[in-house]
């Protein structure tokens, strides 16, 4: 219960440590505009995990800068998403309102932290676009490809 308002779930990295709000509490905590909002608690919670457990793997991840955040949550927002029933992938989609290609440059730390829920829109839309998704993340999480910029 210590986790700050607007996060539901953690992975500390340095202790490789994942702390999860319960599923009561975290549906206190949910938005009811919030881009997982259609979810029901248990599917909500078990995405959650998920999400948190892409971050655990992907871990040791190579990086070029000293943090690659962007291509980190981009992997669990993408994992977290292709964990859904195909039924509430529609509904992620129909709800993301997003009309017409996602652009690498709409995937910055500046809109993962301003407005988390339009990156997980954002990270869904591109991968999409991808012709092989799956190889497209796999190159993300061997470092071979990053959404990152370093510091400017």
């Given at each position: ?10 992975y500390h990295c340095d ?44 871990a040791g991840t190579p ?65 999409q676009q991808q012709d ?21």
């Amino acid at each position: 219960e210590t986790i700050k308002d607007g996060c539901v779930a953690l992975y500390h990295c340095d202790d490789d440590v994942i702390r999860v709000l319960p599923p009561d509490l975290m549906q206190r905590r949910r938005d009811a505009d919030a881009a997982f909002a259609h979810l029901g608690i248990e599917a909500y919670f078990k995405s959650v995990i998920v999400h948190e457990v892409a971050h655990a793997a992907n871990a040791g991840t190579p990086c070029p800068y000293e943090s690659c955040v962007v291509a980190d949550q981009y992997v669990a927002y993408a994992t977290q998403i292709m964990s859904l029933k195909p039924e509430d992938q529609t509904a992620f989609v129909e709800r993301s309102n997003l009309d017409g290609p996602v652009l690498a440059e709409e995937l910055s730390a500046v809109i993962l932290f301003m407005a988390p829920d339009l990156f997980a829109q954002n990270v869904w839309a591109h991968l999409q676009q991808q012709d092989a998704p799956c190889d497209y993340i796999g190159a993300l999480t061997r470092g071979r490809l990053t959404l990152d910029q370093g510091r400017l």
